[in-house]
């Protein structure tokens, strides 16, 4: 299993936005994540800072972590592709439908994906997919 460090995460999507502007062949991974760099312009020039991989975002004072933002569309993008939990895919389908782009719907996914892990985390109990996948349906509905 893959498990890169923070700063190997945020060298990746750096380094894919230099390769995308540049016109450097991707990876399959990088074609990804360079489409999903591309819906957020306002990651652009961040990308693009030397200092990028060495920011610190607080949520508390109201940041969003870039990096942990793009990481969770690369992740949800191939829970979708695999349809892992089973019935993403369609969750994502019914989601993309009623909001009008997949965008939206990651981002509404990734409300779950978010909660999902929190519990997790404070509960120090296995990801439940179950709970996770029921979030995703009932903002589908």
């Known amino acids: 299993m893959f498990n890169p460090s ?3 995460v ?4 750096c380094e894919t936005w230099r390769k995308q502007r540049a016109g450097a ?7 990804i994540a360079a489409s999903w ?10 990308l693009s ?17 870039p990096f942990l933002h793009l990481s969770m569309h690369l992740a949800i993008s191939e829970q979708v592709s695999i349809n892992q939990p089973p019935g993403i895919r369609a969750a994502h389908e019914r989601l993309a439908a009623k909001l009008g782009t997949s965008h939206a719907a990651h981002h509404m996914i990734m409300e779950c994906l978010g909660e ?3 519990q997790a985390q404070r509960n120090q ?14 903002r589908a509905s």
Request: glycine share 2%; net charge negative; with cysteine.
């Open 6 to 8: 923070q700063q190997e």
């Open 10 to 13: 945020r060298q990746f999507f």
């Open 25 to 31: 062949i991707l990876t399959p991974l990088e074609n």
């Open 37 to 46: 760099i591309s819906e957020h312009p306002e990651y652009h020039e961040l």
């Open 49 to 65: 800072t030397p200092d990028a991989q060495e920011q610190v975002y607080l949520p508390e004072q109201g940041q969003t972590n």
């Open 116 to 118: 999902t892990l929190w």
């Open 125 to 138: 109990t296995p990801l439940d997919s179950a709970a996770y996948l029921a979030c995703i349906k009932q």
